[in-house]
């Protein structure tokens, strides 16, 4: 290949290329997934990281101040896939890395260490607005006119939005799965426009036939598959980099669903170390949710490793084939990461062998009682995003990671994407039955009920912990 971008089967038997204009999303040869990979030498590079410094002060005006706006785009010259002309932005990426004291305090960790990306910031309140920015360039440079993904809510909401801001807009089409979708999630796929399908079957079963969809229809395909989708969001590493004054933290944790943002994240690390942009890596955890938890069953059960990308094969095809037999699905309040057959699992493996990374499982409960210490201390999160802190504290009580090295956790989507199970947590009613009962003592450890007060000033006073003046 001549070109200064272009992609490349990730199976070291295969290693066939194709030109970035080739709508693929696995190789034509052997099926394995793809990578975006670039001629460096043939590319402008800054010299340091210190570079972007100077794209920090724009107002986001038209031409280039537009994509300096964005948290993806300041970062071009290390995705040069497609010409500024073509980017579709909608001012995405411009989250906060936050040093988070109080929460650390609450789980062993020492002062100035803990420190909480906020991806839910983003225009469609979660991280997939980094990955959909990248695609959709790719899209409109290729002239494409409809979209399509299979989605536990996020995608489908930055999907639907990204559609309508493009120009010319595109049709956004989303398969969710029967009564897999939070409907804070829902509701933005439906208000922005998307043909929304609900197919009877679980995520994996939407991902499979919307593929076959975008194969026999020419829909371009927008998950994760889409190598393009995982170069938007290796601008989260970015970020979390630029925030720390361009230091490489100790350790980033991320939850565990598709494996599209932890296997973004390890090609991110691994290029900028091959650029010579930092000198090491950070280790990376990823966290499944245990009623979702193939890559921990895969990993620190069935001992399957990357190993050069000739990875086990026959062990993951085992697993496979038990879950069919067993016609089991995958079932967790973190709707997120309710996935059991992640498309992108052998670029996760990768990112673990590069990061020397560790996958953990926590379980439903933890991932609400965790979430209610984010909300408490910090901005608050979906349940997907609150397994990394979960993780967090698991490995610190198994002295993984130590209180005094620095750890990122992604917060990958805004509280407000599910908010019922913020507040069947905090009341104990399920917002979604047909009768509510009327009152119901939660359980949570930070449960935090409001308070049934008579429209009396006496009771008033007195629920806040007051007396009534004479």
């Known amino acids: 290949m001549t070109e200064k971008a272009?992609?490349?089967?990730?199976?070291?038997?295969c290693q066939a290329t194709y030109g970035i204009d080739q709508i693929l999303f696995s190789c034509d040869k052997c099926k394995s997934l793809?990578?975006?990979?670039?001629?460096?030498?043939?590319?402008?590079?800054?010299?340091?990281?210190?570079?972007?410094?100077?794209?920090?002060?724009?107002?986001g005006l038209w031409s280039e101040g537009r994509l300096?706006?964005?948290?993806?785009?300041?970062?071009?010259?290390?995705?040069?896939?497609v010409p500024n002309e073509a980017v579709v932005t909608i001012g995405e990426g411009r989250t906060l890395l936050e040093q988070c004291d109080t929460l650390g305090?609450?789980?062993?960790?020492?002062?100035?260490?803990?420190?909480?990306?906020?991806?839910?910031?983003?225009?469609?309140g979660s991280f997939k607005d980094n990955g959909m920015t990248a695609a959709f360039s790719l899209a409109r440079m290729l002239g494409r006119r409809r979209v399509a993904c299979a989605s536990t809510g996020n995608t489908s909401a930055s999907l639907a939005m990204f559609a309508n801001k493009s120009e010319p807009p595109m049709q956004g089409i989303v398969f969710i799965g029967t009564g897999k979708i939070a409907y804070g999630k829902l509701s933005q796929a439906l208000d922005y426009g998307a043909l929304t399908l609900q197919i009877e079957g679980d995520f994996d079963a939407c991902l499979r036939r919307v593929m076959q969809i975008a194969d026999k229809l020419g829909i371009y395909l927008m998950n994760s598959v889409n190598p393009f989708r995982l170069e938007g969001q290796k601008a989260i590493m970015y970020r979390v980099l630029e925030a720390l004054g361009w230091q490489v933290p100790d350790w980033v944790i991320v939850p565990g669903g598709n494996l599209g943002n932890c296997s973004a994240f390890g090609k991110a690390f691994r290029e900028l170390q091959e650029l010579g942009l930092i000198k090491r890596v950070p280790r990376l955890a990823i966290i499944n949710a245990t009623g979702a938890n193939t890559l921990h069953q895969l990993v620190d059960k069935h001992k399957v490793t990357w190993n050069g990308g000739r990875y086990d094969r026959d062990k993951v095809s085992a697993l496979y084939k038990v879950m069919d037999d067993s016609h089991y699905l995958p079932h967790t309040i973190a709707s997120a990461i309710e996935i059991s057959r992640p498309v992108n699992l052998p670029k996760a493996l990768r990112a673990l062998d590069v990061c020397k990374g560790v996958v953990r499982e926590v379980s439903d409960d933890v991932i609400l009682e965790h979430k209610a210490l984010v909300g408490r201390y910090g901005f608050g999160c979906e349940p997907a995003s609150a397994?990394?802190?979960?993780?967090?504290?698991?490995?610190?009580?198994?002295?993984?990671?130590?209180?005094d090295e620095n750890v990122v956790c992604i917060l990958t989507g805004h509280e407000l994407k599910d908010p019922d199970a913020t507040v069947k947590y905090h009341t104990g009613i399920d917002m979604k039955a047909l009768t509510p009962p009327p009152a119901v003592t939660p359980t949570g450890v930070c449960a935090n009920p409001p308070r049934r007060v008579a429209d009396d000033l006496e009771a008033i006073c007195s629920a806040l912990g007051e007396t009534l003046p004479v």
């Open 34 to 59: 793809l990578d975006v990979v670039y001629d460096w030498e043939r590319l402008a590079l800054p010299r340091s990281l210190e570079y972007f410094e100077h794209r920090w002060g724009t107002k």
């Open 6 to 13: 272009y992609q490349i089967c990730i199976n070291p038997d």
């Open 387 to 403: 397994a990394s802190v979960a993780g967090l504290n698991l490995l610190l009580k198994q002295q993984i990671i130590s209180p």
């Open 105 to 124: 305090r609450q789980i062993g960790m020492k002062p100035g260490r803990l420190f909480l990306q906020y991806e839910g910031l983003n225009p469609s």
């Open 68 to 81: 300096d706006f964005s948290g993806v785009w300041r970062f071009r010259e290390l995705l040069p896939f």
